[in-house]
């Protein structure tokens, strides 16, 4: 009889909050944030390295956690949110996979997501460079929100040919291709991202997401409306969503 491959993966936490980003924004879902990234950008504040523990919440949107051994056996997790919905008059719209890069973690993403499927729908949040590791997990995800990695804000090359690929794979399912802005982003960069994503998914809005400083944009909202209008010379629907929970003190 074959083995049944265990589905554990590395956490960093799973808590319970709103979707502070894009255009989902307000929406509550159950983030489980996985560890490790195949990138390592400059501007990078999430802790994404694999550690002996992660953080699950007691309760969902507590802000209390307790401690627990990874790899986490995800169906652990699957109980879990189940619980939460039952406890909280089903307020979640989803659940949100975020890293690190998540797709590191596809092989097991593929025995997991039909299992949590039965209780609320997916949303992958990802940074566009492993379209192979897409390819497995497509059909299980609703909603994927895509970065550009642009360089003068990560400090690193931007993949375009790996943005470009993932793009043409992801177009159905994507709700938003989002680029982090600050004052180092050029118009060269700026045109470039949007003309991708009109190439490639023209129906979908395209985010400027200004760097958040604090609990505030980087950017003041002239400069913002600048950048707006040059993108708008290649893609039809630009939009200037800042992020929203650092303001509301929430994760
Ligand atoms: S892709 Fe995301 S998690 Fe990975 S280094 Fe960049 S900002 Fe951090």
């Given at each position: 009889?074959?083995?049944?491959?265990?589905?554990?993966?590395?956490?960093?936490?799973?808590?319970?909050?709103?979707?502070?980003?894009?255009?989902?924004?307000?929406?509550?879902?159950?983030?489980?944030?996985?560890?490790?990234?195949?990138?390592?950008?400059?501007?990078?504040?999430?802790?994404?390295?694999?550690?002996?523990?992660?953080?699950?919440?007691?309760?969902?949107?507590?802000?209390?956690?307790?401690?627990?051994?990874?790899?986490?056996?995800?169906?652990?997790?699957?109980?879990?949110?189940?619980?939460?919905?039952?406890?909280?008059?089903?307020?979640?719209?989803?659940?949100?996979?975020?890293?690190?890069?998540?797709?590191?973690?596809?092989?097991?993403?593929?025995?997991?997501?039909?299992?949590?499927?039965?209780?609320?729908?997916?949303?992958?949040?990802?940074?566009?460079?492993?379209?192979?590791?897409?390819?497995?997990?497509?059909?299980?995800?609703?909603w994927i929100s895509?970065?550009?990695?642009?360089?003068?804000?990560?400090?690193?090359?931007?993949?375009?040919?790996?943005?470009?690929?993932?793009?043409?794979?992801?177009?159905?399912?994507?709700?938003?291709?989002?680029?982090?802005?600050?004052?180092?982003?050029?118009?060269?960069?700026?045109?470039?991202?949007?003309?991708?994503?009109?190439?490639?998914?023209?129906?979908?809005?395209?985010?400027?997401?200004p760097r958040t400083?604090?609990?505030?944009?980087?950017?003041?909202?002239?400069?913002?409306?600048?950048?707006?209008?040059?993108?708008?010379?290649?893609?039809?629907?630009?939009?200037?969503?800042?992020?929203?929970?650092?303001?509301?003190?929430?994760a």
């Amino acid at each position: 009889m074959p083995a049944i491959p265990a589905i554990d993966a590395p956490l960093i936490e799973v808590f319970s909050s709103m979707q502070g980003e894009g255009v989902l924004i307000g929406c509550r879902q159950v983030f489980v944030r996985f560890a490790e990234c195949n990138l390592a950008c400059e501007y990078c504040d999430t802790p994404y390295q694999p550690g002996p523990t992660c953080q699950i919440e007691s309760n969902p949107g507590s802000g209390q956690f307790s401690s627990h051994n990874n790899p986490v056996n995800l169906t652990e997790i699957t109980r879990l949110v189940s619980q939460w919905q039952h406890n909280s008059n089903n307020v979640h719209h989803s659940v949100a996979l975020t890293g690190g890069e998540p797709l590191l973690h596809a092989d097991i993403l593929r025995l997991w997501l039909p299992e949590m499927l039965t209780i609320l729908p997916i949303f992958l949040e990802t940074n566009g460079t492993l379209p192979a590791e897409l390819e497995k997990i497509l059909h299980l995800v609703k909603w994927i929100s895509m970065d550009i990695k642009g360089s003068a804000v990560t400090g690193a090359q931007t993949p375009w040919v790996d943005h470009a690929d993932f793009l043409a794979l992801a177009k159905e399912r994507l709700c938003q291709v989002k680029l982090v802005v600050d004052e180092r982003t050029t118009n060269d960069e700026l045109l470039e991202a949007a003309c991708l994503v009109n190439r490639h998914a023209p129906d979908v809005p395209f985010i400027l997401q200004p760097r958040t400083l604090g609990a505030g944009p980087s950017l003041g909202g002239d400069v913002l409306l600048g950048l707006q209008e040059i993108a708008a010379q290649e893609h039809h629907d630009v939009r200037i969503i800042p992020q929203i929970h650092p303001w509301l003190g929430v994760a």
